[in-house]
Structures are given as structure tokens and as C-alpha cells.
């Protein structure tokens, strides 16, 4: 079973605010495609990747943006608003280290454009112990045979998962 679940980073992303749509999600339950938030967030995916960069996997994972900066790898996950950032924080994270389990040193961005916000992310020792945690638990829940209950939360009102839930 546990060759069957596969982490990426998406799946951590979505787990640190709803494990319920982080589970709908790796059975490929798809959101409502014409949600406006799963628009736009296709448009920033395919609009906002600089010229001749073209995602790189990792894993089970797909890095939107991989670049060299003075040296250094840099890995940039871009998100639409802020409110997103805790759970965007933890994919970079995520990210680097599994890169640092294939012996690549990086460092990470999160990137809101509409903000103009970018913030820089490092991978601490506090961070890894955090990641393999947030791991452990997201395969704990995506072993189960049904999903958690619907709780209601902030993300909620924005979710395009919201007829699994509420309908």
C-alpha cells in the first residue's frame, strides 16, 4: 500500500489547510473546472512561467519554476493571493527537501504577483522535522478507505471542492 501513495507537493499544500480536499484530490476527484479560483489559477501556471523555463519532476512532484541565482538553485512556486502562503510555504519546503534527498542543494520563493510579494524560503532542520511530520500524517489519512468529514473553514467559501462537501 504504501508504494501506492504518492506524496507530492500539491497534496501537502492542499492537507495543510483541508486534509479532506488533499484525499478527494489524490483519488482524482477533480474540483469544479470552471471554478473562478481553478481558473485563475491556471492562468497564473500557464502565463506567469517565465520564457523557456519548463517544469521540472521531482519525485511524484512538478516544479513550476527552477532557476540558478548567483549560484544557487532556486525553486519558485507562485500562488494567487496571500492567503495561501502558510500551506505554499510548506510545498517549497517540501520541495527542497526532496531535492536534498537527491543531494541538490536549493532554496525556495514564494511568489504573489498580484501582491508583489516574495518571500524566500530555507530548508532548517525544524522545517525537515516539520515536512516528514506533515508526511507521515497526510499518508496516515490518504490510507484511509473514506475521506474525513466536511469541517467547515475559512477556505471554504473559495473551495472548488465545495459539492463533495456541501451539496
Not at 5 to 22: D, H, K, Q
Not at 40 to 56: M, W
Not at 61 to 66: A, G, M, P, T, Y
Not at 103 to 122: C, Q, T
Amino acid at each position: 500500500m504504501e508504494d501506492e501513495i504518492r506524496i507530492n507537493g500539491t497534496l501537502v499544500w492542499y492537507y495543510t489547510f483541508c486534509p479532506r480536499e488533499a484525499w478527494l484530490m489524490s483519488r482524482q476527484m477533480t474540483p469544479d473546472e470552471d471554478d473562478e479560483n481553478v481558473v485563475i489559477g491556471r492562468f497564473l501556471h500557464e502565463n506567469r512561467q517565465p520564457r523557456g523555463r519548463k517544469e521540472v519532476e521531482v519525485g511524484h512532484s512538478k516544479l513550476d519554476v527552477v532557476r540558478r541565482d548567483s549560484g544557487t538553485l532556486v525553486v519558485t512556486e507562485v500562488k494567487k493571493s496571500r492567503h495561501s502562503l502558510k500551506g505554499a510555504r510548506m510545498q517549497v519546503l517540501f520541495y527542497l527537501m526532496e531535492l536534498k534527498k537527491r543531494g541538490i542543494e536549493a532554496e525556495g520563493e514564494l511568489v504573489v504577483p498580484e501582491e508583489r510579494k516574495v518571500e524566500r524560503v530555507v530548508l532548517t532542520q525544524e522545517d525537515r522535522v516539520k515536512i516528514e511530520q506533515t508526511v507521515e500524517e497526510l499518508r496516515a489519512l490518504l490510507r484511509r478507505a473514506t475521506p474525513p468529514a466536511p469541517k467547515r473553514i475559512h477556505a471554504c467559501k473559495r473551495c472548488a471542492y465545495g459539492e463533495y462537501c456541501w451539496a
